[in-house]
């Protein structure tokens, strides 16, 4: 065989791959959106057709039958707070890190950013336990506390990364001209960094809208379920059904997507600087 | 005292106490109650805490599903990793050398892992479905015999569960090496051209080798990945079950604490999944730079 037959096979071989698992991620879309617009009885005939007619009764219906507004609007508060607190947490740390001087520094930094990468579940049974005793079960500030607490590490690590990045000429002569340290991470440090600040928010709010086993826990009251936990038990509501939850799952999807298509840059190289570093 | 104060600066403590604060009120705190609660006897509402040694390990190790269990988890890993390593390095490659399309296929591949776990998980529940999509497209092809009862069989039910996972994390691998691959000096490729070499030797004699520590890194954190962050999956495709045929440690924690409502095995099995996932983490951070962050 030569060597040019060989390489088109090796293209038809590729493009057969590339297509075959293509499909499955277009028809994963197709699926949710098609089934959330038909008719139960319509899924029941046929989960593969696209819906007789646009049909949004069911999205109307678990948005305003269903709770789900309730639980959309619980994950943005949710969201929201953890981002605004992670961020001034991880931004007040991560400073220290990447431009003071002081004992212990870098076993401080990597014991701190270790955490990131233990299961919640070791941690969340003494907390339950611990939550329940000073009242914090089934309120938003103990399930925003450990939102943060579970995001912090990576917060700290992408800032402090980023902001050692910065030049270090920059930062003395704000000293010569007597800024003070808050002055400095004020007026050039933050705003320097406005790209990996705007990357870590995205995927905090991402990561605490995914989030299921906290919000199982911690979050136990109906009127308090984040969107996940409102999803997932839904097959235990009255009117529960196949197209229901497509629909559920849809609305939950779509914040995401609109984010990640505005944004997905920043998203991508969030994501990917945890792990290569 | 100048010199003091140039080399210690006193007010990066005010700088980090919010940080710590939050992280041993999260983690340090847990933790220790973790091998305290592992050591005593208690249901976790009364009063009473009598001490027991090791009971608490002694009735998981000897519950007759924890080597199941174990078992459970290392069947994920070794199945997953190899599987999402393989096809990611395939895909990096090709979409790297401009195959037709390479920029909708690069675009498509990413989609899975934005997709909340949670709905990946609802949408190939009704994929595995006795007659969902999976086993009409076996019955269509005549591989009828592939057409099983995927969730309600204990023989299939961990593997429909890593089909999901491979299908949702592939895309992050590939991403992953793309960004080390396109550090690479593009002048290789070429050059292995002009010598006759085709695209599977080039894959094999230089984008493989070029990807080496990434993969090793991401190995590691795979493996870490699998054992500790698969809830969402599970609560929502198999409840671990038929039995406890897709139960893993993570899960069995879970189960062990507010299924069967037993604090004390509880936190042993958490402790044994804290010890594994820690062994792997000190791995990782030999492997990787982060450390070289700060000095």
Not at chain 1, 47 to 71: C, E, H, M, R, Y
Not at chain 1, 195 to 214: A, K, R
Not at chain 2, 37 to 57: A, C, H, M, Q, R
């Amino acid at each position: 065989m030569s060597g040019r037959v060989k390489s088109i096979l090796i293209k038809i071989f590729v493009q057969i791959i590339f297509i075959s698992f293509s499909i499955t991620v277009l028809f994963s879309f197709y699926y949710l959106i098609a089934n959330s617009l038909k008719t139960e009885r319509e899924f029941s005939q046929n989960q593969f057709t696209l819906p007789s007619s646009f049909n949004l009764s069911n999205i109307i219906k678990v948005w305003t039958k269903g709770d789900i507004d309730i639980a959309f609007k619980n994950s943005l508060i949710l969201g929201i707070s953890t981002v605004i607190i992670t961020l001034i947490v991880g931004i007040l740390a991560a400073y220290a890190f990447a431009n003071l001087k002081f004992r212990a520094k870098r076993g401080l930094y990597v014991t701190l950013i270790s955490t990131m990468y233990f299961s919640p579940m070791i941690l969340v049974l003494p907390l339950f336990i611990q939550f329940i005793k000073i009242g914090m079960n089934n309120t938003y500030i103990g399930a925003i506390t450990i939102h943060t607490g579970l995001r912090l590490a990576f917060a700290i690590f992408l800032l402090t990364t980023y902001f050692r990045g910065i030049p270090i000429e920059l930062i003395e002569a704000a000293i010569v001209d007597g800024a003070s340290r808050l002055r400095i991470l004020k007026s050039i440090i933050i705003p320097l960094s406005t790209p990996s600040i705007l990357s870590l928010s995205l995927l905090n709010f991402y990561g605490v809208w995914n989030d299921l086993l906290i919000g199982v826990l911690f979050l136990q009251k109906p009127e308090l379920h984040p969107i996940m936990v409102a999803i997932s038990q839904f097959r235990s509501k009255s009117f529960s059904s196949a197209t229901s939850i497509f629909a559920a799952s849809l609305i939950a999807t779509i914040p995401i997507m609109i984010i990640y298509g505005i944004t997905q840059k920043f998203f991508v190289k969030g994501m990917t600087l945890g792990s290569i570093k | 005292m100048d010199k003091l104060k140039t080399k210690h600066d006193k007010s990066a403590f005010f700088y980090l106490l919010p940080a710590i604060i939050i992280i041993l009120f999260i983690y340090g705190n847990p933790l220790i109650r973790i091998f305290w609660y592992s050591l005593i006897k208690w249901d976790g509402l009364l009063p009473t805490k009598e001490f027991s040694g090791s009971i608490n390990f002694l009735e998981v190790l000897t519950n007759k599903y924890f080597l199941q269990i174990l078992f459970n988890n290392l069947i994920i890993i070794v199945v997953t990793i190899p599987i999402v390593v393989l096809f990611a390095i395939f895909c990096c490659q090709f979409i790297y050398l401009r195959v037709f399309g390479y920029r909708i296929y690069q675009y498509l591949f990413f989609l899975p892992v934005i997709l909340p776990n949670v709905v990946a998980a609802i949408i190939w529940t009704f994929f595995f479905h006795e007659t969902g999509p999976i086993n009409t497209l076996f019955t269509k092809i005549g591989l009828d015999f592939l057409v099983v009862n995927w969730f309600g069989n204990p023989r299939f039910s961990l593997y429909g569960l890593i089909i999901t996972i491979i299908w949702k994390e592939v895309g992050f691998a590939i991403v992953l090496f793309l960004a080390r691959l396109s550090s690479v000096d593009p002048y290789l490729y070429d050059a292995a051209k002009v010598d006759g070499a085709n695209d599977f030797q080039t894959l094999r004699y230089i984008t493989i080798p070029q990807l080496k520590s990434v993969i090793q890194l991401y190995v590691i954190l795979e493996i870490i990945g699998l054992l500790n962050f698969l809830f969402s999956y599970i609560f929502v495709m198999t409840r671990g079950g038929p039995g406890f045929s897709s139960t893993v440690l993570e899960y069995f924690v879970y189960i062990f604490a507010f299924t069967y409502k037993k604090i004390g095995p509880a936190n042993a099995v958490a402790l044994i999944l804290f010890v594994i996932t820690f062994i792997f983490v000190l791995i990782y951070l030999r492997f990787s730079k982060s450390s070289e962050e700060v000095d």
